[in-house]
């Protein structure tokens, strides 16, 4: 091996596994879309008895959360307090679901 390659094959390696570590966490990170996690929300409704028609969001008020997902039907609610990636933070449930 030529001393040239001795010192550069290892910083090309260094720099080809940071490229690639980038790219994995930065996909991670990438903020969901708004349809994706209602949607998310409404099927967890659902999952407790309602349905995912039930549901609408609005932006949230406080720092570090991004919606708001409201489903009521029938004097019942369930809200989603949702994060700036997507996940769900906070659930509040008023009443007990039934069908609508």
């Not at 290892?10 to 349809?35: C, H, I, K, N, Q």
């Not at 309602?50 to 039907?73: I, K, Q």
Request: charged fraction near 20%; aromatic fraction near 8%; proline fraction near 4%.
């Amino acid at each position: 091996m030529t001393p040239g390659l001795r010192i550069w094959a290892p910083v090309a390696a260094l720099v080809a596994l940071a490229a690639v570590m980038g790219y994995l966490l930065g996909t991670r990170s990438a903020a969901p879309d708004e349809a994706g996690v209602i949607a998310r929300m409404a099927a967890l409704y659902a999952e407790e008895g309602g349905r995912a028609s039930d549901c609408a969001a609005r932006p949230a008020a406080s720092d570090g959360l991004w919606l708001v997902v409201r489903c009521a039907c029938a004097g019942a609610a369930r809200e989603y307090f949702v994060d700036d990636f997507g996940r769900l933070a906070h659930r509040r449930a008023e009443g007990e679901i039934q069908t609508c």
